[in-house]
């Protein structure tokens, strides 16, 4: 078990630029979460995966934010034209077919940085 | 919506003292309850979960009983270490559906030797 992994760890990046962030959750999950977590915040959810399928979206989420989960495996956050208020840590997890109490296991996240 | 609610932090204690964090919950239905915890620079691990009234979840030396006449989940320990020094989150999830889970603000733990 080699845990959710998440690529890369930090970002920096110019306001105006597109980023797009990579995670790879434990390989017989088939749920998948992508967070937000600001600094003296707890985590905040953004998409939610079932297999392939996006069956979940935040109003967090604006347009400019975009999540894919092709085949059911890894899943890629994509932010167009990055704003400063997008600077966050990312945070994806991961978890087994749904059943009460069923728990989530997270990745080291990204750090996004907008400058 | 679903909230969670914790104590501000820091929480400063010196190793081997008792330890409360207090977490209050607003929610619909019966939801699970967890604790995770974030040591520095690492991501969120699981602590321990409960998923219906009077359970009690365990891990570690740490525990937390869901009271659902009071709405809270309380993390306690007997005596920390310098090594719980982390950053706690309470946090819920509904149990149908997608189950997203809704994260207090944290209470970060100091303890010193």
């Known amino acids: 078990d080699t845990g959710v992994s998440q690529d890369p760890r930090h970002k920096i990046t110019k306001r105006g630029q597109n980023v797009t962030f990579r995670c790879d959750p434990i390989?017989?999950?088939?749920?998948l979460y992508w967070y937000r977590q600001t600094l003296g915040q707890g985590p905040e959810f953004l998409t939610y995966f079932q297999n392939e399928a996006q069956l979940e979206k935040s109003r967090l989420l604006s347009d400019r934010f975009s999540a894919e989960r092709p085949k059911g495996s890894f899943s890629t956050l994509e932010i167009q034209r990055t704003e400063q208020g997008d600077s966050a840590m990312y945070l994806c997890?991961?978890?087994?077919?749904?059943?009460?109490?069923?728990?989530?296991?997270f990745g080291p996240g990204t750090r996004l940085t907008v400058t | 919506g679903d909230s969670v609610t914790q104590m501000e932090g820091p929480v400063t204690l010196s190793e081997e003292a008792f330890l409360t964090i207090n977490c209050t919950y607003t929610?619909?239905?019966?939801?699970?309850l967890f604790w995770y915890v974030q040591y520095p620079g690492e991501g969120l691990q699981l602590l321990l979960k409960?998923?219906?009234?009077?359970d009690k979840g365990s891990n570690k030396g740490f525990e937390a009983t869901y009271r659902k006449e009071t709405t809270s989940f309380h993390l306690e320990k007997g005596s920390v270490q310098v090594s719980d020094s982390a950053v706690y989150f309470c946090?819920?999830?509904?149990?149908?559906?997608?189950?997203?889970?809704?994260f207090g603000t944290g209470t970060r733990l100091l303890v010193s030797p």
């Open positions: 946090a819920l999830s509904g149990n149908t559906g997608f189950q997203k889970l809704v």
């Open positions: 390989s017989e999950h088939n749920r």
């Open positions: 997890a991961s978890g087994p077919k749904p059943r009460v109490g069923n728990e989530q296991y």
């Open positions: 929610a619909t239905g019966y939801p699970s």
């Open positions: 409960a998923t219906k009234a009077d």
